[in-house]
């Protein structure tokens, strides 16, 4: 059994380090990006025509909190290569598997985050708002230093919470080839027939990269309450 491990383990480490850690990191900073913004417009009080945006950004954040993430896979890596109009896509929409995962990953987490920084901006006092707008501060400068400073301080324990979930959702992303820890794992365990101790393996070293972020994460929630 120790020999197993011993060969096993740097293969799902590498696949780790190469595959699951950036998928998960560039996934999550592209995912904040998308949920700041679409926070940022369904608060907008501009009205008319700007309605239609902020519909759009109502119902993304509808469809990617309403059906499963490894549709939403499935839907990306496998059906938009059938999505062809002629004339313009006579091919599909076709993307690599690292990009797919990336894309689906990013938009599935800017819907969730986006729910999140929109209750963080909710909970700043009304009155802060007021305060500033006495001392001739446009909104957007309020937005940008009082409200969204204290806002991410607020998101920073469920954001953390969700870039946890996302390392761990990443194991979804073997479903559409990518060679990360637990399509590693599988591939082993079809090599030597240890399904038991090669998934057993992969979860330890799942649960070793969460707990060092969640450890990670009680850092950063206690310096930023200090300030």
């Known amino acids: 059994m120790w020999k197993i491990i011993e060969t096993s383990l740097p293969q799902m480490l590498a696949a780790g380090f190469k595959y699951t850690i950036p998928l998960a990191i560039i996934s ?7 949920a700041l913004i679409t926070a940022l417009v ?3 009080k501009i009205r008319g025509a700007f309605i239609i945006v902020k519909i759009f950004f109502r119902f993304y954040v509808w469809l990617f909190r ?3 993430l490894l549709v939403q896979l499935f839907i990306v890596f496998f059906g938009l290569p059938y999505l062809k109009i002629k004339g313009i896509l006579p091919e599909g929409i076709k993307f690599d ?26 909970s700043v006092p009304t009155g802060q708002w007021e305060a500033a707008a006495s001392i001739g501060m446009s909104r957007t400068q309020t937005l940008q230093r009082i409200i969204i400073p204290q806002a991410l301080r607020v998101s920073l324990p469920p954001l953390a919470n969700s870039f946890i979930g996302l390392v761990k959702d990443t194991s979804l992303a073997a479903s559409i080839t990518i060679m990360e820890m637990f399509q590693v794992s599988q591939q082993i365990a079809a090599e030597n027939f240890q399904p038991l101790l090669m998934y057993s393996l992969v979860a330890a070293i799942y649960a070793v990269f969460c707990t060092v972020l969640s450890i990670l994460q009680g850092y950063l929630e206690k310096r930023f309450s200090a300030k």
Do not use: K, M
Request: aromatic letters at 10%.
């Open 28 to 34: 999550f900073a592209i995912g904040l990006i998308i």
């Open 66 to 68: 309403t059906t499963p």
């Open 42 to 44: 369904r608060l907008s």
């Open 97 to 122: 598997p690292f990009t797919a995962g990336i894309l689906t990953f990013s938009l599935n987490t800017g819907a969730y985050a986006s729910e999140t920084i929109r209750a963080a901006i909710d």
